[in-house]
């Protein structure tokens, strides 16, 4: 059964070509009878053999140039290849109609090289044997006064750039064995008429839209296509493919069932169609760009395709019959429309089905209607469309592009996924008691949805059910037990450039599967596990409990009020961006599962300098599990690389400040890598002075203690510190560097002249 394009299958026995791609019935196709394999395998092992004997011409060892004449006017330049078959390089004519000779001294000639018959000015056709299979570039270029062209039926392929500059070309036969056709066939400007080859199987959607050809023609062999002199047909015409000839008025053919995607799209000055009454499916953009003004659809209509009438400007009225059952998003949107009923028969209707054309979906003028006597959708006053389900009704749009509130039909069990997608001006939702479920995305993007009442009979919420909504309160009722992933993420807190709107989540306390901690909302996932759902950033201190093992997406993704979080090394699986915050977190605590040099836990302070930012940003939101080692790895990176980005910046860190995190990182070394220490020890040596010169400005002893007992402060510098010290005297910490001189290092060398 072939594919149609838009996503139904319709009993199309005839058909042989597939919507939307046009392409050639499946060798699989349990329809398909063994003649119609058999020749669909012949042609396409032609068509194959045909592309690699062009392939082995361009490679074939070329003679020596030759001239040949052939008594008709024309000169012939040309090579041998391989000594069996001819290459045509060069032609002398005076002649209008030019006929390519199909043999030079008894070879065949299978091939025209590159400008072979450019820049013939009193040629006006001409004609390809059937005996060539390539053809170079550019090889009719600027024959100024070309008006016909018959390409090979051997030859597979098509490039329009042979005919560049030929402003006069009206008239091409196609090669025979091409099988697809684009919009490039109208490069020349100046086409009247083309006739299809006997392989063409497969029409680019929409390739006519620029065409300004009088006629259209399938060569009679064709087994896929066939025409009426204006449009393109399958070979039995249950499927119109394409229009190729533009009018103002056409009648489709009677044995019609279906109109492809793209089929008139572009005719702008196509004002009437008339279709049979057996037409079942019109395709995705069927109609679009035309210049219909109306529309009357047969009974047998069925479906109606994405964007079918899109932005026909000038569609006033329509008449969609009684046997319609699908429309697809967009189909009127754009057009002059000021009222639409849809028939009582309809059972599925896109969103929206028309935009931008004036249409009024709610209240008592509301200009769309759904016929009554419909028992699959419900359109109510708030323009608000359900399905009706064995289960209660289904929201599944809401149609009403205006609509700031919506209070959810009573009989409601379901909001459908995408319900209210995007919806631009939706600011408070009521949902009815007996609503059980939300579906994936139903509100996501409402970026004005503010307030949501949810009833205790919820059980489900989809995932991004509110993603990038500005919901500010939320309840977990006690039946739900399920939470999809990023369905709490609202407004800017994906991206982190703004702060969560939500900022209070309550949890009924008998809910047996979520439960509330300060600052976050914890899932229970089984086995005493749970799993951190969101942060509500309501709090600057966050303990996570020992029982996570799990952070969902996004979770702290921008949170800017925590200041101190709790975590434990149990956390096995961060998600996207799960701890992404978006602030300066003043400590991180991780408890270890094993002790580590001693430690059973670290406390993490990064700097608050902008490339600490960056570290910090790197460290909680890349990881997808609470890595300890990386943590770590990326304060030491912070601390090391102590300047700011900017040169100019105040932003960096201080040379006190960061001799006193790199000693206290030494003293508890915990996951300190080798490259991260010695990075550490070139700063403390090298700046040994400074160093010790800001401590005696500090007036920290303890720091002169630390670097003495690290040997950074030692025999071999001591004398030279207490100089550079005592330079700035410094009187308090330079005695004490000499007692640690005397006791330290057993020397009174510089105490007996050093002037205090």
Known sequence: MPDLGVGLDLDLSKLDVCFGGFTPMALSDSNASREQVQAAEERARARRESLERAARLDASRESDLRSFDDGRGSTWAYVVLDDSEVRIVGCDTRCESLRIPSEIEGLPVAALAADSCAHLSTVTEIECPDTVVSIGLCAFRFDGNLKRVVLPRRLATYDSGWFRGCSKLEELVLPGELERLDASLFDAESLRVVRIGAAASELAPGMFGKSRLERIEVDPENPFLASDGLAVYDKGKAALLALAVPCERYEVASTCVGVAKKAFCGFSGLKDVTLPAGIEVIGPFAFAHT???????????????????????????????????????????????????????????????????????????????????????????????????????????????????????????????????????????????????????????????????????????GSEAFYETAIEEFRIPRWLTEIGPRALVTCGSRHADAASTLRHVEVDPDNVRFR?????????????????????????????????????????????????????????????????????????????????????????????????????????????????????????????????????????????????????????????????????????????????????????????????????????????????????????????????????????????????
């Open 516 to 756: 509330r901690e300060p600052g976050i909302v914890l899932e229970r996932t089984g086995e005493g596990r749970d799993r951190v759902v969101l942060c509500t950033d309501d709090v600057d201190e966050v303990r996570v409990p020992e029982t996570v093992t799990e952070i969902a997406p996004y979770a702290f993704n921008g949170v800017r009020n925590v200041k101190r979080l709790y975590l434990s090394e149990a956390v096995r699986n961060v998600g996207i961006r799960g701890l992404a915050v978006g602030c300066r977190l003043e400590l991180i605590h991780i408890d270890l599962e094993d002790s580590v040099c001693g430690e059973t836990a670290v406390d993490v302070r990064f700097p608050d300098t902008d490339r600490s930012r960056q570290q910090m940003m790197l460290a909680l939101g890349v990881p997808d599990f609470v890595n300890v080692e990386a943590i770590m790895g990326h304060y030491d990176a912070a601390v090391v690389n102590a300047n700011s980005f900017d040169a100019e910046s105040s932003r960096g860190m201080e040379l006190y400040e960061q001799a006193a995190r790199i000693l206290a990182r030494l003293k508890k070394p915990v996951y300190l890598s080798d490259v991260n220490r010695s990075m550490c020890d070139q700063v403390l040596e090298r700046g040994i002075g400074p160093i010790c010169v800001e401590a005696a400005r500090h007036d920290d002893r303890g720091m002169i203690d630390d670097l003495v007992d690290a040997g950074y402060l030692n025999a071999g510098n001591i004398v030279a510190i207490i100089e550079r010290v005592g330079s700035v005297q410094d009187a308090s910490i330079t005695g004490y560097l000499l007692e640690v001189q005397r006791e330290r290092f057993g020397t009174r060398r510089a105490f007996d002249d050093f002037e205090l």
């Open 291 to 461: 210049g219909l003004v109306f529309f009357r659809a047969p009974r047998s209509l069925a479906h109606i395709g994405e964007r079918a009438f899109f932005d026909a400007k000038s569609l006033r009225e329509v008449d969609l019959g009684d046997g319609l059952k699908t429309v697809a998003c967009h189909a009127f949107t754009s057009t002059a429309l000021r009222e639409l009923e849809m028939p009582a028969s309809i059972e599925d209707l896109g969103n929206p089905v028309a935009d931008r054309c004036g249409l009024v979906y709610s209240g008592a003028d509301a200009t769309f209607r759904i016929a009554e006597g419909s028992r699959a959708l419900r359109l109510d006053e708030q323009g608000a469309l359900y399905r009706v389900c064995d289960d209660g009704l289904h929201l599944v749009r809401m149609l009403d592009p205006e609509a700031r509130s919506l209070v959810v039909d009573p009989e409601a069990t379901v909001i459908d996924a995408r319900a209210l997608f995007k919806h631009g001006k939706l600011e408070a939702v009521e949902l009815p008691e007996g609503l059980l479920r939300i579906e994936d995305e139903a509100f996501s993007g409402c970026g004005g949805l503010s307030h949501v009442g949810v009833p205790e009979s919820l059980v489900h919420i």
